[in-house]
C-alpha cells in the first residue's frame, strides 16, 4: 500500500491564493488515489470536505525547520505510521532525506520555484543559506516535482542533480472540460461596479505585497493605463488584492481604475473579465493566475517572463506575449485580446486538470500504477 506523508510548514487551509491553492488542490487529487496525511503548521483551517488527513501539529514560525522537538515528533509519525512516501513542499524540511534509508520511504520535493533565486534580490543573506538548503533537499530526493521545464533545466545545471529524478508537475485546475461563460456572472459584476457596456474588462489580481507583483502594478500604472488612455480604449480596470486604505484610496482616484480589496471567488471575476494582464518581470517557477484566469476561460496579455511554460497552442487565442518591457506593445495586445472570444482548448484541460496531472506522476514514483 502506498501511504504518503505531506509536509506543508505554512498555511494553505482553506486556499485563497495561487500557491495555497497548489498544495491543497494537488493534496487533494493525490488522495483520491493513495493514502495521505498532511502534517502542516497549527493555523490550517479545514473547512470543506477533503480526500486526505490533516494534523495541523506543526508551528507557525519558520523555526520549525532547526527544532529538535520538532524534528523528532515529525520523525516519530512517520516510524509510527510506516508512510511509504514522503513528500515535503518546499526545501526547508529537506533534512528528512537523510532518513529515508533509515525509515524506509521515498523522500520527494515538490518545488514550486528555486527558491534562492526567487528571494536572491531581496535578501541576498537569506539566499545564500536558502541555496545550501535546496542543494541538499533535492540531492537526497528520489523524485524532485517542478513546475517548468526551464526550472528543471536550471536546477539540473546549479545543483549537479540527475534529470532522471526530476518530474514536471505544473500547477494544475479543478476544471476538465472547456469553459463556459456564465453571462449571469459577467452582468452582475459589471453592474456592481457600474461598468459600462462599451467598457471592456480588465483584471490584475495577485498578492499585492510580493514585490513581484507590486512592481507589476506600478508598470501598470505608470505605463500601461496612459497608453491605453492615449489610444483612446474604453476600459475599466479591476485591481483585486489586499491593500492598506491609503492606497486603495489612491487607486480608486485614479480615472478607469477600481480597486476592490482582496476577494475569494476570484474565479468569477476571471469569468467576467474580458482580459486579464500581468506585466510581471521577476520571480521564479510559472505564473499561476495566467493557468486559472485561462481555464475560467479568460484571456491573458502577460510580458515573455510571465507567460514562461505555457503551451503554444494557447499563443494568439488565449495567450497573447509582449517582450518584457514593451508596455507599447503589452497595451496594443490588451486592445487586440479584448476583441476576441476564441474558447480555451480542450487540450488545456487534458494537460492542466489536477486528476490528469496525479495520473501521469504516479506511475514515475510509486512501485504500481494508480487504479483508474
Known amino acids: 500500500m502506498n501511504n504518503f506523508l505531506s509536509v506543508v510548514w ?6 485563497h491564493y495561487g500557491g ?29 470536505p477533503l480526500s486526505y488527513k490533516v494534523l495541523n501539529g506543526l508551528p507557525r514560525s519558520k523555526l520549525q525547520f532547526w527544532n529538535p522537538l520538532i524534528r523528532k515528533r515529525i520523525l516519530s509519525l512517520i516510524r509510527e505510521q510506516r508512510f511509504t512516501h514522503v513528500l515535503i513542499e518546499h526545501p526547508w524540511h529537506g533534512w ?9 520511504f521515498k523522500f520527494i520535493v515538490h518545488a514550486h520555484n528555486i527558491e534562492h533565486l526567487r528571494i536572491k534580490g531581496i535578501n541576498k ?46 500547477y494544475g485546475v479543478r476544471e476538465k472540460e472547456q469553459f463556459v461563460a456564465d453571462t449571469e456572472i459577467k452582468d452582475q459584476l459589471r453592474e456592481k461596479y457600474n461598468i459600462a457596456p462599451e467598457e471592456k474588462l480588465i483584471l490584475f489580481a495577485g498578492t499585492l505585497d510580493y514585490g513581484p507583483n507590486a512592481r507589476a502594478l506600478e508598470t501598470i500604472i505608470h505605463h ?51 482580459v486579464f494582464i500581468n506585466p510581471v518581470l521577476t520571480g521564479s517557477g510559472i505564473q499561476t493566475k495566467n493557468i486559472e484566469a485561462i481555464a475560467n476561460g479568460c484571456n ?8 514562461t511554460g505555457l503551451p503554444a497552442y494557447l499563443d494568439q487565442k488565449k495567450l497573447f506575449v509582449s517582450a518584457n518591457h514593451d ?20 487540450q488545456f484541460y487534458v494537460d492542466y486538470y489536477w486528476q490528469n496531472i496525479i495520473d501521469r506522476m504516479l506511475p514515475e514514483i510509486v512501485s504500481v500504477k494508480p487504479e483508474s
Open 10 to 15: 505554512y498555511r494553505v487551509l482553506p486556499p
Open 20 to 48: 495555497q491553492k497548489g498544495i491543497a488542490h494537488f493534496n487533494d487529487h493525490l488522495g483520491k488515489k493513495v493514502s495521505l496525511t498532511c502534517l502542516c503548521s497549527r493555523n490550517n483551517i479545514v473547512d470543506e
Open 96 to 104: 528528512l532525506g537523510k532518513y529515508k534509508r533509515k525509515y524506509g
Open 125 to 170: 543573506l537569506s539566499s545564500g543559506l536558502l541555496k545550501r538548503t535546496e542543494e541538499k533537499a533535492f540531492i537526497f530526493a528520489d523524485h524532485i516535482l517542478f513546475k517548468t521545464e526551464n526550472d528543471k533545466k536550471t536546477a539540473v545545471s546549479l545543483f549537479r542533480i540527475s534529470p532522471e529524478n526530476c518530474l514536471i508537475v505544473p
Open 224 to 274: 500601461i493605463i496612459p497608453l491605453l488612455q492615449q489610444k483612446q480604449f474604453r476600459f475599466r480596470l479591476l485591481i483585486c488584492g489586499a491593500l492598506p486604505g491609503k492606497r486603495m484610496s489612491a487607486l480608486n482616484a485614479i480615472q478607469s481604475v477600481s480597486a476592490v480589496g482582496f476577494v475569494s471567488a476570484i474565479g468569477n471575476y476571471m469569468q467576467a473579465a474580458d
Open 300 to 307: 491573458v496579455v502577460a510580458t515573455a517572463f510571465a507567460s
Open 327 to 346: 508596455w507599447v506593445s503589452f497595451a496594443d495586445n490588451i486592445i487586440m485580446a479584448g476583441s476576441l472570444t476564441h474558447i480555451t482548448p480542450q
